[in-house]
């Protein structure tokens, strides 16, 4: 690129809602020229178009309001917990107002059409008015739900009564008095409507084919604590920027299944009080993982609604029993389930009876007839991709964004797209958008932006495009983080399933907007990693990945690091061994097993703790004798529970839990000693325990994966006992290890280089490591040895050590099988429940397990 191009305009922004007033005011701010085409005929977006009755904001005003301008967020008094529709139009209306914003908009106008050309570096847009301008940069600020969805019932056009839909009511009102009224859809649209279009018709009648989850809005003049935040907004905005919803609250990190079932009621029964709706999902950290924790808080609102609703028939129809909780958008109403309880309004379960055809005179459903004066369409919008595709959007070499998001929205950060230069879109699918407080994640992106073209404007740069990895690389992420929550679940517009035919995908990014905006400063922060640059003086691309764990590993690495606990290294064995087991105790339980029975087994010099873990399936079973993690110095036979409950249960063994001495107390071969002696008393003890005698295997963890392979070293040297396959996680097995795994993660992923070292220290001296006791990969010979299952994480410290060993097995004739998981941290294999993403390979170890076993096999 050599000379700036000619262009009329810097920025063509299409929208003026609240993304495309504050689009504006910033590039005014920032000295450029934009221009913002608006399809209505005045600002506000959503809330000049959706006037039905009862249609207010779901996040209280005080969050839902822009936080940019500290004297507009004091000037501007919300009159609700929940402005109605009319407020919140005639705040962004004084938006306008305020910052001259109109003079810039020409309403009524709809962009149709977006061509990039490549020569001049310029966008020429094209509206439905015959206008065609150019600029520098384009911005679909559109709204992710702005564009209805289609009908998708047959013959509306033979209805000779009223029509109304919910998004574009009549500016004038409707009066429903004296009318029978049809009412299609309960989402939230529907159930904020209903109670108000029911107490003016003579009849309303309501069509519901998915029963929601709703709970009271409890709605009335602003709680004085609630206004007191507004003394100090601008810290309390801060805080909210620190949020997964964008509103403050709590975010717990305990699980809905450790804490008693008293505690549960209790912290629901405060939730629902509240009559809010952002921190539903995050009252426990499992409700949106695991579906068992889902449930809990499912019936407690099921149970709230059943008691609301005095018909039990209707009671049972409108109680919500399809999808996981907070996988559709949660509604908040006034007044909804009651209004079933009125003489004059009815119900429809289409589920059971479909409608099948609009009539002349009203609605046919599989064996009824309803007449109507008026049918009011609530049935949504095509979400957060139907305004971006109701525009031919043309980038590089003349591609139309329609055909490359044929099926999906490929983007990077939600805020930009491959072969589309010079282009953002404002809470773009792939962004946290939709799932959190609208306002301050418009403000997210347009900050964003504005510091992004300021950057190219501090460095001579002119044209901006993500690469194609960077873009691959933000929709796995996407994927990964929608796969391991409940939101597939759902066939709800969040997955693109309330259209037909379109792509099923997730469609917003469900990390979160606080672990967003970090993504988004990293990049920056990174000389914009993951963007191609053109300018006057040459490109320039830091290509990369802004995330390369996985997501919950991600969180969690985020969460820790948050926490500033001291490293364990820096504490006493007694006191790491306290932090241990209180975050052990956090740790969410595992699945329900059999039976699990403690005991006592002689160690090789004292008496040592088991826990037995029996699958809930007729025995005898198959053993495998398990160790645990703790690089000798913390831990005990219970403490990787939750992942003996997971291994036991997915591979229908027994498993063995055995304690062994811990350094500094008890130092090298001590653990190896107590592992060996663990080893034979199973051995000899199989058929008492409940296992088939002769189906014996080790396994372990870390520290507990270096017993398990030293125990089989012995027991091969000894004659016995026989193994028939040693599952190796992460294990320890070269205290000499200098590899690049080692150096590449050796700080930053929990089990640190520093750690390990202190592990060492704690356990055998320098001169004793390189006894194959203590590190199994140094040892004369490797063959003969039982088949070996090793799992190694991407970011860990003993990736390559494991791997070695696995290929050392090999090569020595011992069948092995290493395999490094993408994105895993040493600790992700054993934090079920924690770590989702690592339940496939928690699947597949288990089923490693299972496949040592002979008599399995012949079953
Ligand atoms: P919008 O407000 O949708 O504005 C987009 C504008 O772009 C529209 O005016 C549209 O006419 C215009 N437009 C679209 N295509 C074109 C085109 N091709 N050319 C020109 N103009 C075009 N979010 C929350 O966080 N809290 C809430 O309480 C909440 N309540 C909601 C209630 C309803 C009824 C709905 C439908 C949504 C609600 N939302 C809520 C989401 C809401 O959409 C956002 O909060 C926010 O208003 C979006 O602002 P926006 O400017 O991005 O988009
Ligand atoms: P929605 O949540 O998608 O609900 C649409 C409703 O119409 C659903 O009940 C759906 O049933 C039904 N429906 C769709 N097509 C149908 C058909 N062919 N036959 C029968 N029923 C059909 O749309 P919405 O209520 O407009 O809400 C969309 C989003 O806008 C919300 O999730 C929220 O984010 C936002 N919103 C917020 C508020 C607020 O409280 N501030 C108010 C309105 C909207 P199925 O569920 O079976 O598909």
């Not at 574009?168 to 029978?180: C, R």
């Not at 010079?422 to 609208?438: D, E, K, L, Q, R």
């Not at 006493?572 to 740790?587: G, K, L």
């Not at 992460?730 to 520093?754: C, I, Q, R, W, Y």
Request: charged share 25%; hydrophobic share 40%; net charge negative.
């Amino acid at each position: 690129m050599t000379e700036m191009p000619k262009k009329n305009l810097d920025v063509v922004v299409a929208g003026a809602g609240f993304a495309g007033l504050y689009l504006l005011h910033k590039f005014r701010e920032m000295g450029l020229t934009p221009r913002a085409f608006e399809a209505g005929d005045d600002v506000g977006g959503t809330w000049y178009w959706n006037r039905y009755p009862g249609a207010r904001c779901d996040i209280e005003s005080i969050d839902y309001s822009f936080s940019f301008d500290p004297e507009l967020e004091q000037e501007w008094q919300w009159t609700e917990k929940y402005a109605t529709q009319p407020e919140i139009l005639s705040y962004a209306q004084h938006v306008a107002d305020r910052f001259d914003l109109r003079k810039d908009i020409t309403f009524a106008t709809r962009v149709e059409k977006a061509v990039w050309d490549e020569d001049d570096a310029l966008w020429t847009v094209t509206t439905d008015q015959g206008e065609t301008v150019t600029a520098r940069f384009f911005i679909m600020a559109t709204g992710c739900l702005s564009e209805p969805k289609d009908i998708d019932i047959d013959g509306v056009e033979n209805f000779s009564g009223e029509i109304y839909r919910t998004h574009s009511w009549p500016h004038e009102g409707v009066n429903f008095t004296g009318k029978t009224v049809g009412v299609i859809g309960t989402g939230s649209s529907g159930i904020q409507s209903i109670p108000l279009i029911a107490e003016q018709a003579e009849n309303t009648t309501v069509f519901q084919r998915t029963a929601n989850y709703s709970i009271p809005a409890g709605n009335g003049p602003i709680a004085p604590e609630k206004l007191a935040v507004t003394e100090h907004y601008q810290d309390y905005r801060a805080e909210a920027r620190k949020t997964r919803v964008g509103v403050p609250g709590k975010e717990a990190m305990d699980f809905a299944l450790t804490v008693s079932e008293e505690e549960r009621q209790e912290r629901y029964e405060e939730l629902w009080a509240k009559g809010a709706i952002p921190h539903l999902g995050s009252e426990f950290a499992d409700i949106l993982l695991n579906e068992e924790a889902n449930e809990t808080l499912a019936e407690f609102v099921r149970s709230k609604v059943r008691s609301k609703i005095e018909d039990p028939e209707l009671a049972e129809i409108l109680t919500p029993t399809e999808f996981p909780i907070c996988t559709k958008r949660a509604c908040l109403d006034t007044n909804y389930y009651e209004t079933f309880n009125k003489s004059n309004v009815d119900l429809v379960d289409i589920r059971k009876n479909p409608i099948r055809t609009i009539t002349e005179s009203g609605i046919a459903t599989q064996d009824k007839e309803f007449d109507f004066d008026a049918i009011v369409f609530a049935t949504g919008f095509d979400a957060m991709t139907g305004a971006l595709m109701a525009v031919d959007i043309r980038g590089r070499d003349g591609q139309s964004l329609r055909k490359k998001w044929e099926h999906g929205p490929l983007n990077y950060l939600g805020l930009t797209v491959e072969g589309f230069p010079n282009f953002f879109m404002i809470t773009g699918p792939g962004s946290p958008s939709v799932m959190t407080n609208m306002v301050l994640s418009i403000e997210q992106h347009v900050e964003w932006i504005a510091d992004c073209l300021g950057y190219m404007a501090d460095n001579n740069l002119s044209v901006i495009e993500p690469t194609a990895t960077a873009e691959n690389g933000w929709v796995d992420y996407v994927t990964a983080t929608a796969d391991m929550t409940l939101f597939p679940k759902a066939k709800s517009w969040y997955m693109g399933a309330n259209v037909p035919g379109k792509p099923r995908v997730c469609l917003p990014y469900l990390g979160g907007a606080a672990a967003y905006r970090r993504a988004c400063d990293d990049v920056a922060a990174d000389d914009y990693l993951g963007f191609r640059f053109d300018g006057s003086e040459g490109s320039q691309c830091n290509d990369g990945l802004v995330r390369r764990q996985q997501p919950d590993v991600v969180a969690l690495l985020e969460a820790l690091a948050e926490m500033e606990l001291p490293p364990f290294e820096t504490l006493s064995a007694q006191d790491a061994r306290e932090v241990s087991v209180a975050m052990n105790a956090a740790n969410p339980p595992g699945p329900a097993v059999g039976e699990v029975a403690d005991g006592k087994f002689p160690g090789a010099a004292s008496e040592l703790d088991y826990r037995l873990y029996r699958p809930d399936t007729a025995g005898p079973h198959p053993v495998a004798v398990y160790f645990h993690g703790g690089g000798w110095v913390l831990g005990d036979h219970a403490s990787d529970d939750a992942f003996c409950r997971d291994l036991c249960v997915n591979s229908d063994s027994i498993i063995i839990s055995a304690n062994y001495r811990h350094g500094p107390e008890d130092r090298f071969p001590a653990a190896a000693d107590d592992g060996f002696a663990a080893l034979q008393w199973v051995a000899d003890n199989a058929e008492s325990l409940g296992g088939i005698p002769g189906e014996l295997a080790v396994c372990g963890w870390s520290a507990g994966g270096n017993i398990a392979a030293v125990v089989s070293q012995l027991a091969r040297d000894a004659g016995g006992p026989a193994i028939r396959g040693q599952i190796l996680i992460t294990p320890v097995v070269d205290g000499t290890d200098d590899s690049p795994s080692m150096t590449e993660n050796a700080e930053g992923f929990v089990l640190t280089k520093a750690l390990m070292d202190w592990f060492w220290d704690h356990y055998a001296d320098p001169s004793e490591r390189s006894d194959p006791r203590a590190s199994p990969l140094l040892a004369d010979s490797l063959a003969g040895l039982p088949p070996a299952f090793i799992v190694t994480g991407e970011f860990d410290p003993l990736r390559d050590q494991g791997m070695a060993y696995a290929e050392a097995l090999a090569a020595a004739g011992t069948p092995a099988r290493g395999i490094v998981a993408p994105g895993q941290i040493h600790t992700s294999f054993t934090a079920v429940g924690a770590i989702p993403t690592a339940n496939g390979i928690r699947a597949e170890i288990a089923n490693e397990l299972k496949s040592c076993f002979r008599a399995l096999e012949t079953v």
